[in-house]
């Protein structure tokens, strides 16, 4: 059983940085993949960033490559997401996910067994 807390979320303007943290509880968590997944209203739930359970293989969304960075700490079970310039289109509430499948499947919210309750980014023209 993984328990997930997201935290970092908040208003920002357009072009401004936020850096979101993903705590998890439960010892395999180094044995899980991680993902950040985000959802807009009226929207489906969207694949931002991946990040395999080594640590060494990363994956991103189109929308967020090059401007978002993904990385964790299986020291401190933490997961973050570094969000630089960031746009209006990126309002959403991020969530966090942990699962086992293999990583090729990584974009699909299937692809994850546990998920965090999420936190609110807005990001202001």
């Known amino acids: 059983q993984v328990q997930l807390v997201e935290s970092g979320g908040g208003l920002v303007q357009a072009g401004g940085s936020l850096r979101l943290s993903c705590a998890a509880s439960g010892r395999t968590f180094s044995t899980y993949n991680m993902g950040w997944f985000r959802q807009a209203p009226g929207k489906e739930r969207e694949f931002v960033a991946a990040?395999?359970?080594?640590?060494?293989?990363?994956y991103y969304g189109d929308s967020v490559r090059g401007r978002f960075t993904i990385s964790r700490d299986n020291a401190k079970n933490m997961v973050y997401l570094q969000m630089n310039s960031l746009e209006p289109e990126d309002t959403a509430v991020y969530y966090c996910?942990?699962?086992?499948?293999?990583?090729?499947?990584?974009?699909?919210?299937?692809?994850?067994?546990?998920w965090g309750q999420g936190t609110q980014v807005t990001v202001s023209s």
């Open positions: 996910a942990s699962g086992s499948k293999g990583f090729e499947f990584a974009a699909r919210t299937s692809s994850y067994d546990y």
């Open positions: 990040i395999r359970w080594t640590g060494g293989i990363v």
